[in-house]
C-alpha cells in the first residue's frame, strides 16, 4: 500500500481552496523560503517537535528518552540523538512534544478525508498541501483517485517545484491547482527560496497548456516580493495565461517564530510587517495595470 | 403613518424611555386610590374565583394606572403598576400552596439533579387570531359566554380597549383609536396591538417569549400599506426599528431578548426585516430562522452575514426536523407545520400549544454521581450504564410527581385571560392558559450537560473497567477529594481522546443511547395539564449550575462551568467544528419535539470577506440537510482571545488563520498572539 508521510490533518480548512475543505499536509519540500509557515513540513524525515510555551519542565519526557533533560529549569534537548520515535509524546502532560511525519497509507488518508465529506457539499473538497506534497505524487495520484471516485472536489496546493511528470500523473484526479508564485525574477527567487524559478514557471505554462483550473496564490511580504518592480514583473508574466481563475494575494506574517524553534531550524523569518488591507489592495492595483484579471485581497 | 422624527436620531431617547420615563397625571388615580378599588372589591367578592379576580386587576390597572405616552413615539404605552400586580401574584403562590398540598412551586434537588417549578415564561398568543380578529373581535367571542372564564377574558380586553383610547388621546394617534375600534388594517396598527398585548401580558405576570413568524404575519399588512402608498419600504424599514426598539427598552438586552421567527416561507418581509435587523445591530430583539432546504440562497446569505458580523443573536431551526418530531409526539401534520419556538429553541404549535419549556430539568451528570456514591459494585461496565440509565429512571419519576403538582397550581398562581383569550381551545373549553385550555398542553424537560454526562461515562470505562486504573470506591473518594493528589490519573482522563464531539465511534454511541434513552422515558409521560412531558436537549446556566455540581469522573473540577448546549465540554473538540458537527448529527433530534441546540464558535478570519459568508451558509445548510436542528454561533473577539492566552488549556480548539495556513491559537508564542488579539481589536 502507498504511503506518505505527513505532518497534519487540518479539518474545517477554509482557505485552502473553496468552500469548506479538510487538507491533508505531507512532510518534504524542494524549497527553502525564508519565510516559510511550516518549516516542520520541509524536511522528508521525521521530527520531533517541542512546542515550548507549552512546557512546564515537569520532566516526565526525560523518565521515558534520555534526549531529554531538565537543567535548572530548562528544557534541553539532543536533536542530534533523536530518532523520531515519538514514544515521548505520549507521556507529556501538557501536549507539548508532537510528531511530525507519521506515515499515512492511501487508504487511512482516504478515510480520515472522507470522515468530513458532509461539509464538501457546497463548493468544498479535499486539499493536499504540504510541504510539497507532489514529492509524493504517486500517493498523491491515488488518493486523489479514490477521491474523484467519491465525487469530491480535489485541489493539489503546489509550489511547482517538482518534475512535469509529477503534474501529470495528478492531473486527471486533480479539479484545482492553488499554485504558489514568489517571485518572478530568477535571482531573486533563488535568494528567497534557494532555488531558481524556471522549472516552477516552465510548469506553470504546460499547466496552463492543460486548461486546468489554476488559483495562482501570492503571499507577500514587504522589502522581499513585493516592491512595483516585483508586482509588475509578476503581473506581466501572469497576465497571458487562460485558466487561472484567480491570483489571491496572502499576507506574510512573521508568525511562525516558535514553530522554527520547536523543530530546531534556524530561523530565517523576516523581520518585516504583515501587510494589511490596504497595502495588498495597492498590490492588487499593480497587478491589474499589468493586464491581469481577478485578483482577489484575501484580508477583504 | 404619522410623521416621526428619523429613527436614529430618536433611538437613544427610545432605548431610554422606561429609565426616564414620565408619567401622566390626568386621567389617571393615584396608587392610594387603586389600592383602595382593589380592597375594596376583595372584600366585597371574598369567594371569587382566582380568574376573576386577577382579571379585575389587571383591567383596574389598565384603565386607571398612570400611562406614558410620549407623542415621539409611534408605540408608546407603559404604565405604572405601582407593584399591585406583583404583590397579587404572591397571593396566588399562597392560594396555590392551600389548593394544592405538597406542593413546591420552584424547587431544586441537586443530589438527585433535577429541578421543577410553575414555569411563567414560555408562553405565547395566537398572534394570527390577535390580528385577524382585533380587539373588537376579541371581545365579542369572549361576550357569547357564560362561564367565568368568558367574562374574566371580557374584563380583560374591554379594559385594553380602553387602555388603547386613553393612549390615543394622550399620544394624539388615531392608530391607537383604530385598534381600539376594529381589527389592525395597516402594518402600524398590527405592530401597535402586538405591542399592547404583549406588554399587557408580560406585565399580567407571564413572558412572552415569541412574537410569532414575522414574516407570515405581517406580509399582508405590508403588501396592503405599500398599495396604498401609506408606506415605501424604506419607511416600514423605520416603522420597524421603531417597533423592536419598545422591546429593547424594556431590558436593554439583559434579559432573554424577544424572539421574532423568521420563515420557512420566505417573502419580501423577511429580506425586509433582516436588513432592519442588520442595521439596527441590536442584541434585542432575537431572531429565530426556520430553514428548510428550498430556502433562497440571498436570504440565506443576508443572514449568515448578520451572524458573521457580529449580529450573533440568530438561531437557525432545522423545519423539516422539528416538525416531524412534532407529528412523532402527538401532532397533526397540519398543526406541527405551524410551529413557533416558544423560547430559545423550543418549538410550540403557534397559538395551540403552550410548552413550558422550562418546567423541569433533569441534570444528566449527577446521577451518574449517585451511582458512584451508592456504594454499589458493577461488575462490568455495561452493568454500571444500566445502573445509571436506571437512576435516570428513578429521578424522572420524582420529577413527574413534583411537577405534577406544579402543573395543577398554575391556575391558581396565576391565571392569564389576556393571553387565554387568542386561543380557539380556552375558547370553545371555557379554560384559562393555566387551567389546561390550550389544545396541547406540554411540559418541557431539558435533558442538560449532555456532554458532561457522557465524558464522564467513558472517563467509568477508561479509568475503572478498561485500564483499571482505579475502582469505583477509589474513585469516589478521588471526586470527593475533587481530584486533589489524583493530578496523573485526572491528565490521563483528560488526555484521553475518547471525547464526546470528536465524530468517536465509541463515545458518540453513548451518547446516542443516553438521548434514545431519556427521550423514550419521557415519551407520552403524562404531566398535570392533561398533556405530557416533552424532552429537549439543551444546557444553559452552566456558570450557575456549575457551581452546584461536584467533581465529575470525566476530570471536571467542582464547580467549574458545565458544557453548554449539545457542545462539547469546552475545549474537548479537539477535532474541529466538524468532528463536533459530525457527533451531534449522531443523535436523532426528533426524539426531542421540544428542542436541541449547537453552539459553534468561529475565529472571525474563518468567515472573512464573501467567501467567509458562503462558509456560514454551508455550515448551516450542511447542518440541516443532515438532520441537525438548532444552530448558533459566536465569532470569537478579542476578549475571548485574551482569556486564551490566561487559560491556554481551554482553548485547545480555537484555530487561528495566520496566512495561508491555519494554526491553533495556543500554539503561538505570545508575541503572536498579541498580533491576532490587536487584529481582533481592530475588527471590534
Ligand atoms: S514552499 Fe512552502 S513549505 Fe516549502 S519552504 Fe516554501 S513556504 Fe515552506
Ligand atoms: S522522539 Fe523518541 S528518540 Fe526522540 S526524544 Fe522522543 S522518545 Fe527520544
Ligand atoms: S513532559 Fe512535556 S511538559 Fe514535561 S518536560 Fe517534557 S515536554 Fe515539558
Known sequence: ?300 | MKNYAKFDELRPKLEKQYENAVYSTEDCRTEDQLRQAWETHKKENPDEERILSRAFLIALILRHAPVVAEPFNPFPGKFQTFGLLQEDLKAGYKLAAEKVPGVICNGIDMDLGFNWMVDRSHVAPDWKNLLTLGLPGLIKRAAKGTSPFHKAVLVVYEALAEFCRRIAVINHNPVYEEIAAHAPKTLHEAFALAYILHDAIEFSGEEVRTMGRFDSLYIDFYRADLAAGRLTRESAKELLKFFWTAFYARYQGKRFGKNFCFGPDINELSYLGMETYYEMNTVDPKLSVLVREDMPQDFAELYARCIRDDRTAIVSLNYDVVVAGLIRHGRTPEDAATFVPIGCYEPAVAGKEISCSGSTHIYLPIPLLSVINSGKDYATFEDFKTGYLEQIRKISTLMQEKQTLCDLAWKYVNPVPLLSGTFDSCMEKARDISDAGALYNTTGCVCSYLADAVDSLEAVRFLVYEQKLCTLPELRQILKDNWEGHEKLRTAVLRNHAKWGNNDTQVDALAVEIASFVSQLLFNLPNGRGGSFFPSLYGQLVVERGKMIGALPSGRLAGEPMSKNMDAVIGMDRNGITGLMNSVLKVDMRQFPCGTCLDIMLHPSAVRGDDGVQILVSLIRTFIAHGGSGIQFNIFDAAVLRDAQIHPEKYENLQVRVCGWNVRFTDLDSAAQETFIRQAEAIA
Open chain 1, 1 to 300: 500500500m502507498t504511503e506518505a508521510r505527513y505532518i497534519d490533518i487540518k479539518r474545517f480548512a477554509v482557505h485552502d481552496g473553496p468552500g469548506i475543505r479538510t487538507t491533508l499536509f505531507l512532510k518534504g519540500c524542494s524549497l527553502r523560503c525564508i519565510w516559510c509557515h511550516n518549516p516542520e513540513s520541509r524536511f522528508p524525515q521525521p521530527e520531533l517537535a517541542i512546542h515550548y510555551p507549552k512546557c512546564t519542565c515537569c520532566g516526565e519526557c526525560a523518565k521515558v528518552c534520555f534526549c531529554h533533560k531538565i537543567i535548572n529549569g530548562v528544557h534541553e534537548f539532543d536533536r542530534q540523538a533523536c530518532k523520531a520515535c515519538g514514544q515521548c509524546t505520549q507521556t507529556c502532560p501538557s501536549g507539548a512534544l508532537e510528531l511530525f511525519g507519521r506515515t499515512i497509507t492511501v487508504n487511512e488518508a482516504a478515510a480520515k478525508l472522507l470522515e468530513d465529506r458532509i461539509f464538501y457539499g457546497n463548493g468544498g473538497g479535499i486539499t493536499l498541501s504540504g510541504g510539497e506534497p507532489l514529492l509524493h505524487s504517486g500517493f498523491c495520484t491515488e488518493l486523489l483517485k479514490k477521491m474523484q471516485d467519491e465525487g469530491i472536489h480535489g485541489a493539489v496546493d503546489t509550489c511547482g517545484n517538482v518534475p512535469w511528470s509529477a503534474f501529470e500523473r495528478v492531473l486527471p484526479y486533480t479539479d484545482l491547482f492553488l499554485y504558489d508564485f514568489k517571485c518572478a525574477d530568477a535571482e531573486k527567487h533563488r535568494r528567497l527560496t534557494g532555488c531558481g524559478n524556471e522549472l516552477i514557471l516552465e510548469n506553470l505554462k504546460k499547466l496552463d497548456a492543460t486548461r486546468k483550473n489554476i488559483e495562482i496564490r501570492m503571499m507577500l511580504a514587504p522589502e522581499q516580493n513585493m516592491a512595483p518592480d516585483d508586482l509588475q514583473a509578476a503581473g506581466k508574466f501572469l497576465a497571458p495565461f487562460k485558466n487561472i481563475s484567480a491570483i489571491r494575494l496572502l499576507a506574510y506574517h512573521s508568525l511562525a517564530h516558535s514553530k522554527f524553534r520547536a523543530v530546531g531550524h534556524p530561523d530565517t523569518l523576516p523581520d518585516v510587517p504583515s501587510p494589511d488591507a490596504e497595502t495588498l489592495d495597492r498590490a492588487a492595483e499593480i497587478l491589474r495595470s499589468c493586464g491581469v484579471k481577478k485578483v482577489v485581497n484575501s484580508l477583504n
